[in-house]
């Protein structure tokens, strides 16, 4: 078990359709991040989850964008009416919550998605 | 608003020697700075954190510094190995939501 992991792996759809990004952090962190690393660019801050708390969304990049985290762990990204320049792999990563913001970030592996 | 800039060159390297990797960062005063190991095809994973009042801080091979006067960080691998042959990122910091540069390719040669 170990670490963080994303399905699907690779995700192709079509201009305008909905996609779900799916992530199961750690066990027992109570931390879940999702970030966005386009082509060339340093990854990008998109949403944050703490325990139960209101999740920080200042990093969605429109309200096509959603993010839930359901029990406290496995958390989906969806993003509506998909636009090419969405394409990009999609990270998840947890810690263990107990630190703040200077605890070690784990990652998965990310998802690629690619808009046509 | 805050900017982050890596090497923009990839790094070439021979075996044995060391790479020094730069982060600069302007328009903002993190408290901590961290340095994570990118793998193609892979997520990043966390090698070093160093604090605004920490100059110097190792961890086996690697070195980091971090001068806030100069608003940068320097990295080093030592002794480099090609298994250090990856995409290095930095991401300077003030709480959960992690900044990072684009990142700065080092390969090295046997």
């Known amino acids: 078990g170990a670490g963080v992991s994303q399905s699907p792996s690779n995700k192709v759809t079509e201009k305008g359709k909905d996609v779900e990004l799916r992530c199961d952090p750690i066990s027992g962190h109570t931390a879940l991040y999702w970030y966005r690393q386009s082509l060339g660019q340093g990854l990008e801050f998109l949403i944050y989850f703490q325990g139960n708390s209101a999740p920080d969304k200042s990093g969605l990049p429109s309200d096509r964008f959603s993010a839930e985290r359901t029990g406290g762990s496995v958390s989906t990204l969806t993003i509506q009416r998909t636009q090419q320049e969405d394409s990009a792999v999609y990270l998840c990563?947890?810690?263990?919550?107990?630190?703040?913001?200077?605890?070690?970030?784990?990652f998965g592996p990310g998802t690629r998605l690619l808009v046509l | 608003s805050q900017k982050i800039e890596q090497n923009s060159e990839a790094l070439n390297i021979q075996e044995g020697k060391t790479a020094t990797l730069t982060c600069n960062y302007t328009n903002y005063s993190p408290a901590y700075l961290q340095w994570y190991r990118q793998d193609p095809g892979r997520g990043p994973v966390f090698l070093l954190l160093i604090r605004e009042n920490e100059k110097e801080k190792r961890k086996e091979r690697l070195k980091v510094t971090f001068d806030t006067t100069l608003k940068q960080s320097l990295f080093h691998i030592t002794a480099s190995q090609p298994a250090d042959s990856a995409t290095y990122l930095c991401?300077?910091?003030?709480?959960?939501?992690?900044?990072f540069g684009a990142g700065t390719t080092v390969t090295v040669r046997a």
């Open positions: 990563a947890s810690s263990s919550g107990v630190a703040g913001g200077q605890e070690t970030q784990y």
């Open positions: 991401a300077p910091s003030n709480d959960y939501k992690l900044s």
